[in-house]
């Protein structure tokens, strides 16, 4: 059974940090590209970050760009974003995203992440 646990939401006041992290299974995670996708309250899911299957490139949204870095361990199977200098508007749920070149891919069922006083 192919699962996609994530952790480490919460509640931050704004300028704060939170690490989430991904917990893979029932898959090969080391061949798979992998991303955070964030929904604000109220909007449409938004990509945030991407990370390679060996972990060499990586890519931001703009609005997250110096404040947040994703990172894998492929020996531990997990995928991390730590989030530095949190915004209000970083609020949201936050899913982890598995895609295999050839097409398969899954999604975590995510984790609550609110910025505020």
């Known amino acids: 059974e192919v699962q996609l646990v994530e952790s480490g939401g919460g509640l931050v006041q704004p300028a704060g940090s939170l690490r989430l992290s991904c917990a893979a299974s029932?898959?090969?995670?080391?061949?798979?590209?992998m991303s955070w996708v964030r929904q604000a309250p109220g909007k449409g899911l938004e990509w945030v970050s991407s990370?390679?299957?060996?972990?060499?490139?990586?890519t931001y949204v703009d609005s997250v760009k110096g404040r947040f870095t994703i990172s894998r361990d492929n020996a531990k199977n997990t995928l991390y974003l730590q989030m530095n200098s949190l915004k209000p508007e970083d609020t949201g749920v936050y899913y982890c995203?598995?895609?295999?070149?050839?097409?398969?891919?899954?999604w975590g069922q995510g984790t609550q992440v609110t910025v505020s006083t």
């Open positions: 029932g898959f090969t995670f080391n061949r798979y590209a």
């Open positions: 995203y598995a895609k295999h070149w050839l097409g398969s891919d899954y």
């Open positions: 990370i390679h299957s060996d972990g060499a490139d990586t």
